[in-house]
């Protein structure tokens, strides 16, 4: 019983360990991510691909590639003929450069800013479709009630990045600059 005992009480002590690393990793990354947001430069690099630009850019926010990993866009990219319940198919031919382009300036490929943070909280396998679906996405977000987005009409959902970020489009995605619509000032 008592090696029992003692067994769980180290097992417990290497989680807080554990849990305490996590805990400065993650301060890390936010002071890194506020250090970025005070020099004055984007959180991600702006879409600049001009096929993204007009081909994705004229239904959606040509979302910053930083803000998924490669495999994300892999699997987007690949599944264009059912894009979220719409067919978004290109040609080979306007697909192939999108695709490339993505994948390299994707958060897990020496991306900067906040791109790394993204990177980091995903697990080597893990392929989100959806930004709102990462773990760094929801840490940045926890705070915000779904009712002020996606029950907002004026916004719709966490996908529209650019109805509550002024900036989005350039890549900034700084908390102070941030109107929920229909709400006063949001502040965490």
């Given at each position: 019983m008592k090696k029992f005992?003692?067994?769980?009480?180290?097992?417990?002590?290497?989680?807080?360990?554990?849990g305490l690393a996590l805990s400065d990793y993650d301060q890390e990354r936010e002071e890194e991510d506020h250090d970025?947001?005070?020099?004055?430069?984007?959180?991600?690099?702006p879409a600049e691909h001009p096929g993204y630009l007009q081909e994705c850019g004229a239904c959606h926010l040509a979302y910053p590639?930083?803000?998924?990993?490669?495999?994300?866009?892999?699997?987007?990219?690949?599944?264009l003929g059912d894009h979220f319940g719409d067919n978004a198919e290109l040609s080979a031919a306007e697909a192939g450069p999108i695709g490339t382009y993505l994948q390299a300036q994707a958060a897990d490929r020496g991306a900067r800013g906040r791109a790394r943070s993204v990177a980091a909280s995903l697990g080597p396998e893990q392929a989100p479709l959806r930004i709102?679906?990462?773990?760094w996405f929801r840490r940045q977000h926890h705070?915000?009630?779904?009712?002020?987005?996606?029950?907002?009409p004026q916004v719709g959902g966490f996908g529209n990045c650019q109805a509550c970020h002024r900036g989005?489009?350039?890549?900034?995605?700084?908390?102070?600059?941030?109107?929920?619509?229909?709400?006063p000032y949001w502040d965490d």
């Amino acid at each position: 019983m008592k090696k029992f005992l003692h067994a769980i009480g180290l097992g417990l002590f290497l989680l807080a360990g554990v849990g305490l690393a996590l805990s400065d990793y993650d301060q890390e990354r936010e002071e890194e991510d506020h250090d970025y947001a005070e020099q004055g430069r984007p959180d991600f690099t702006p879409a600049e691909h001009p096929g993204y630009l007009q081909e994705c850019g004229a239904c959606h926010l040509a979302y910053p590639p930083g803000l998924l990993p490669a495999r994300s866009w892999a699997r987007i990219m690949g599944g264009l003929g059912d894009h979220f319940g719409d067919n978004a198919e290109l040609s080979a031919a306007e697909a192939g450069p999108i695709g490339t382009y993505l994948q390299a300036q994707a958060a897990d490929r020496g991306a900067r800013g906040r791109a790394r943070s993204v990177a980091a909280s995903l697990g080597p396998e893990q392929a989100p479709l959806r930004i709102a679906a990462t773990p760094w996405f929801r840490r940045q977000h926890h705070e915000i009630p779904a009712s002020m987005v996606a029950g907002n009409p004026q916004v719709g959902g966490f996908g529209n990045c650019q109805a509550c970020h002024r900036g989005a489009e350039d890549g900034s995605f700084d908390e102070h600059r941030v109107s929920i619509p229909g709400y006063p000032y949001w502040d965490d």
